[in-house]
């Protein structure tokens, strides 16, 4: 299975563009709202990604619809057609429940799954494009972030694509999820989880425990499917090694 080669956000972007599957807006456009309204209509059009360049008030650009249609997954986890994502769901299948091979024949068939998986260790990093600017103490202003407000009644500005990881008291595993972060101040947010998910689960047994938060947010773009399992790395996905660096506030997650 041969994948599509790119390293970081900027890569797939580029190569969206090559192919027809980006769209940059010039025009200002406010995030309260408008950008969604535009947004949720090109989804339902099976259009392409939208980079909004020029967002009312920000300085900072807003990418939506980057998955919304089966041919930019498919190129998301390094693949060229929508078909090859049956070969990817049956390599996830076998790394979450693999079976030793029966027999010569079997073992010889499995030899593509097995050299995929040596393909996947982690490669630490010392620095990363995404440590090049960090904001921290009283700096931090969440304010200067384009934070749509994508229906008329939602509560508050929200971050939708933030990945949070989390571990409890009581597993070994940690959990990757996208959960909603609610804008509440100038450097304080509040997580909008369904309280079955992982990540609050590990909340509530933390809290049980401790009484205090272990949530940490992981500020950069990786290209993941959404509520993976840290148990099941998803650098596993694009079939490469993922390219991790330090954490600057907290230890790097052991995947």
């Not at 009581?170 to 959960?179: S, V």
Request: with cysteine.
């Amino acid at each position: 299975m041969d994948a599509m080669k790119y390293n970081d956000l900027r890569d797939f972007l580029t190569l969206l563009e090559q192919q027809g599957e980006l769209k940059r807006i010039t025009l200002p456009v406010d995030p309260h709202l408008e950008i969604t309204e535009i947004a949720d209509r090109t989804l339902r059009a099976g259009g392409p990604a939208l980079l909004f360049e020029n967002p009312k008030g920000y300085s900072m650009p807003v990418l939506c619809n980057l998955f919304g249609t089966p041919k930019r997954v498919a190129m998301g986890m390094g693949q060229e057609d929508v078909s090859a994502l049956r070969e990817v769901g049956k390599l996830l299948a076998f790394l979450k429940e693999p079976e030793p091979p029966k027999g010569f024949r079997d073992l010889f068939d499995k030899l593509p799954q097995f050299k995929q998986v040596l393909n996947m260790p982690t490669k630490r990093l010392r620095g990363a494009p995404c440590q090049q600017k960090i904001v921290s103490g009283d700096d931090v202003d969440l304010n200067c972030i384009p934070i749509m407000t994508c229906w008329p009644e939602d509560a508050a500005p929200l971050i939708t694509w933030g990945l949070t990881v989390t571990r409890g008291p009581h597993k070994e595993r940690q959990n990757l999820g996208i959960y909603r972060q609610q804008l509440i101040g100038k450097n304080k947010l509040i997580m909008r989880w369904l309280s079955h998910r992982g990540g609050a689960l590990d909340y509530q047994e933390w809290c049980a425990a401790h009484r205090a938060n272990v949530s940490r947010f992981l500020w950069r773009w990786v290209p993941i499917l959404p509520r993976f399992s840290v148990q099941s790395p998803p650098f596993r996905i694009r079939f490469q090694s993922m390219r991790l660096p330090d954490c600057c506030a907290a230890p790097r997650p052991k995947w």
